[in-house]
């Protein structure tokens, strides 16, 4: 498992949206590196995204970034997309193309695997409020649907049950109440993702009852919920999408959680891998970061 790269003419956007941004605010373009997956510091200053397999800091404290800055970590193999803040500020927890999940500090230096060597992929997506627990995706191999797993760092991990078809995206709500998914279980369309949750009280018996979120026509990733709890955003892939593929015409959007059918703000981009495959929310829940790759 290797880490993308543009095609000839392409361009990374990092892109600063909201639910009064009608229009986003463009923070970064370059043609030299596709970077993926933002992460908001706590300290709102800075976005963390990964790029050729490793971490990268955008300075935000003057305004619109001020360029790349990479974060060295010894020890660390080549790093996805897949890469959650530590609710104490200073950590980032990564899931690296070996299949394991690291944690390391956003300054840099060594890591620490939090996973054992169990012959299965952890893709983690969710960190509890409290920092004690990891959601991830399981996979055994790529042939097979993923499921939503939960474990204590260095811990033992409990599958739980959320029905047929594929899982993706887990993490939990601000307040620790629920854990937020994209799930393949309320239809037998193949790739037809749609946007639910589940009580983090069920976990603990690998088993929970999954609510879905909204009905729609289209495939629906990644719900991301604002640190008060009271937006969301997610992407949506033209009906008939298998998976989140890279380079489509897609559109990312903001919500209330009141009303998940009603976007308040829709961005179409071309993109879907990497645009906000983990939560970008700001500390304030007023913006959120996600990137586009436009060609030509």
């Known amino acids: ?25 463009l923070v ?10 933002p992460n908001w510091s706590l300290d709102g200053d800075a976005l963390y ?18 360029g790349l800055t990479e974060v060295v970590h010894e020890g660390l193999p080549a790093i996805n997309n897949d890469h959650v803040l530590d609710p104490d500020g200073r950590h980032i927890y990564l899931s690296a193309n070996d299949g394991q999940i690291y944690r390391a ?12 060597d169990e012959g299965v992929w952890h893709f983690l997506h969710g960190v509890s409020p ?10 055994a191999d790529f042939t097979d649907p993923g499921r939503l797993a939960i474990m204590a760092p260095h811990g033992p991990t409990t599958v739980v049950d959320t029905g047929a078809g594929h899982i993706d995206g887990p993490e939990w709500s ?50 991301h919920l604002s640190p ?10 033209p009906a008939g999408t298998l998976g989140h593929p890279a380079d489509l015409d897609v559109e990312v959007r903001v919500v209330s959680t009141q009303d998940w059918t009603t976007p308040l703000q829709r961005y179409p981009l071309f993109g879907g891998q990497g645009t906000i495959n983990v939560n970008s929310w700001g500390p304030d829940s007023t913006r959120f970061a996600f990137v586009a790759y436009p060609i030509g």
Not at 105 to 116: H, N, Y
């Open 174 to 223: 601000p307040d620790g109440a629920w854990i937020y998914l994209n799930t393949e279980a309320f239809t037998d369309a193949p790739g037809h993702a749609q946007l639910a949750r589940l009580r983090d009280d069920g976990l603990a018996s690998g088993d929970a009852e999954v609510e879905r979120l909204v009905v729609s026509e289209s495939v629906d990733w990644f719900p």
């Open 130 to 139: 409290d920092g004690g627990r990891l959601a991830y995706v399981r996979l």
């Open 28 to 37: 970064l373009e370059t043609e030299e590196l596709l970077v993926e997956a």
């Open 105 to 116: 500090a956003l300054a840099g230096g060594p890591v620490d695997k939090v996973t054992a």
């Open 228 to 237: 008060d709890g009271q937006l969301a955003s997610s992407i949506t892939f």
């Open 49 to 66: 995204l990964n790029g050729n397999g490793v971490l990268w800091r955008l300075d935000l404290s003057t305004g619109a970034g001020s």
């Open 1 to 25: 498992m290797s880490y993308r790269t543009l095609a000839p003419g392409q361009r990374s956007q990092v892109w600063i949206g909201g639910p009064d941004l009608p229009v986003p605010e």
